[in-house]
């Protein structure tokens, strides 16, 4: 297996990041200018945010120490899911330690062997394990394709049927069309769960998300998951709806109740970071001011631009070797962007994935594209 993946230019390495998550980092000794992390708003190291954990570490200390289930479930952690709650329009919130394991205990919770899931073919790993944990029987449909999941919908089922798709896809950037697919699932009496792992902090009036963005309420998308890891800078993730799902997740979702509370410093944390997101509507305002001055660049110098108005803004290489030699070649220059290749992504569109965040300046973004542009060039 592992020679394979080497001889496959698949090889998965580490590198060690000396410092705090942000444009200028140091990484396996040498200093470059990251554009892959996913601190879109650039809260992971932001001094609000900071602090709140410091005191959140005083008041608590550091280890949560039980379950939510035993005594881990502190003040902080019930403030955060309160706010989360209201953040996002839905009737409760509850917290899990990460989005993987949100996912994994939704489908465990709601699903058993002979009922089903419909997932976009692009879905994020964890969703698709989430379907596989659950023994529910995973079906795929084409990627942002309302009619594929309908003809899905229309083969008859026994049981119960769960409809789950990223809102914004992680490798990709695009948006998943959910006020259709959420439609299609009511009228087939399905469930339906977006995940919004990249759409929560950057996306609609207030930042809560792709949702809010689309406007869809608590009704047309029961089951919302996002994480805290990615624009709010910190760890963890939430799953929100209706109050019997949040009882029933408490009840029965096994990677809730068996596993340590996340620290309450990283609920307190989150909380200023949600502060940030209300006061700071800047932030978001200039990322996307960041997103159209590299889209339209890349767009001038003729490079492969994928249909995404999100901060992840890939660029289609299509060759493993051909993304991982660009990869290579931008690192020399002193530019982290990773090669995202297959089994990531499907075969033949191994990409860059270029990611922007608020931390970022104008320039930076620049220098991105002169260099972009000139190893393009040299290489086609
Ligand atoms: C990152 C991500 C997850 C997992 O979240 P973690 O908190 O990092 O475990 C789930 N879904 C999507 C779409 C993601 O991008």
């Given amino acids: 297996m592992l020679r394979q993946r ?30 892959c992390g996913n601190d879109y708003l650039g809260l992971a190291a932001h001094p609000a945010v900071v602090a709140a954990f410091k005191a959140g570490a005083n008041r608590y200390g550091v280890g949560a120490g039980a379950a939510h289930l035993v005594n ?23 917290l899990f330690s990460t989005g993987y394991m949100a996912n994994l205990g939704v489908a465990q919770a709601l699903l058993r062997r002979g009922d089903r899931v419909l997932q976009d073919r692009l879905n994020h790993a964890s969703l698709i394990d989430a379907a596989r944990i659950s023994g529910a029987r995973l079906q795929r449909y084409r990627h942002g394709d309302v ?61 809560a998300g ?35 799902l949040i009882e029933t997740l408490i009840q029965s979702a096994r990677t809730y109740i068996y596993t340590t509370a996340m620290p309450a410093a990283v609920a307190e944390a989150t909380l200023a970071a949600l502060e940030v997101v209300h006061q700071e509507p800047e932030r978001r305002e200039y990322l996307h001011r960041l997103i159209r001055q590299f889209r339209t660049g890349a767009a001038e110098l003729g490079l492969p631009l994928m249909d995404s108005t999100t901060p992840i803004q890939p660029l289609q290489v299509g060759h493993t070797l051909a993304a991982t030699t660009l990869s290579e070649a931008l690192l020399a220059q002193g ?29 930076q973004v620049d220098h991105l594209l002169t260099v972009l542009g000139r190893l393009y060039r040299s290489d086609s």
Avoid: C
């Fill in 6 to 35: 080497r001889a496959d230019h698949g090889y998965r390495q580490r590198r060690i990041l000396e410092g705090p998550q942000q444009p200028e980092q140091v990484i396996d000794g040498r200093p470059v200018l990251a554009f």
């Fill in 72 to 94: 881990g479930h502190t003040r902080a952690h019930h403030r955060l899911e309160e706010a989360l709650a209201a953040f996002t329009g839905r009737d409760r919130a509850l």
């Fill in 147 to 207: 009619d594929d999941l309908s003809r899905l919908l229309a083969q008859p089922a026994p049981q119960d049927t769960l409809v789950s798709t990223d809102g914004v896809f992680s490798m990709d950037g695009d948006i998943a069309p959910l006020a259709a697919l959420a439609d299609r699932s009511r009228q087939a009496d399905a469930w339906f769960m977006v995940d919004d792992a990249h759409g929560l902090g950057v996306l609609g009036a207030t930042g």
């Fill in 210 to 244: 792709t949702l809010e963005a689309l406007e869809l309420d608590q009704t047309q998308v029961p089951l919302l998951m996002g994480t805290l890891g990615k624009a709010l800078g910190t760890a963890g993730a939430f799953v929100a709806g209706s109050d019997d």
């Fill in 335 to 363: 530019l982290l962007v990773p090669a995202i290749r297959p089994p990531t992504v499907p075969p033949n569109t191994a990409r860059l994935r270029v990611t922007l965040s608020a931390a970022h300046t104008p320039d």
